[in-house]
Nanobody, 126 residues
Framework: QVQLVESGGGLVQTGGSLRLSCAAS????????MGWFRQAPGKEREFVAG??????HYRDAVKGRFSISRGSAENTVFLQMDSLKPEDTATYYC?????????????????????WGPGIQVTVSS
């Protein structure tokens, strides 16, 4: 079983930065594909960024502003969020699936992931 926990959220002004962390226990990210998702009130959960095998993927709306990386111990993944906008306000979730079992076309599909963190709030004030 894999447990995921997000941290680093909070309140920031437009144009500011936050770095989210996702810590895994039970397995390391060496054995997992993972994604960051977000969900705003009244909206569907949407893919933000993720790793699949050795490749990174980003939602068009965050390209050039967000960056995903792995920690050296491989049990943490980071989402660096710069130039934040009010429309980035949402609950952000870390999700993971056993490596090699996530097909590319399902990368952005929440139901394709087996493991989820509880989520963390990010609020960007205008």
């Amino acid at each position: 079983q894999v447990q995921l926990v997000e941290s680093g959220g909070g309140l920031v002004q437009t144009g500011g930065s936050l770095r989210l962390s996702c810590a895994a226990s039970g397995r390391t990210f060496r054995d997992l594909d993972m994604g960051w998702f977000r969900q705003a009130p009244g909206k569907e959960r949407e893919f933000v960024a993720g790793f699949r095998r050795s490749n990174t993927h980003y939602r068009d709306a965050v390209k050039g502003r967000f960056s995903i990386s792995r920690g050296s111990a491989e049990n943490t993944v980071f989402l660096q969020m710069d130039s934040l906008k009010p429309e980035d306000t949402a609950t952000y979730y870390c999700a993971a699936h056993p490596k090699g079992r996530l097909i590319l076309s399902s990368l952005g599909t929440p139901s394709a992931y087996s493991f989820w963190g509880p989520g963390i709030q990010v609020t960007v004030s205008s």
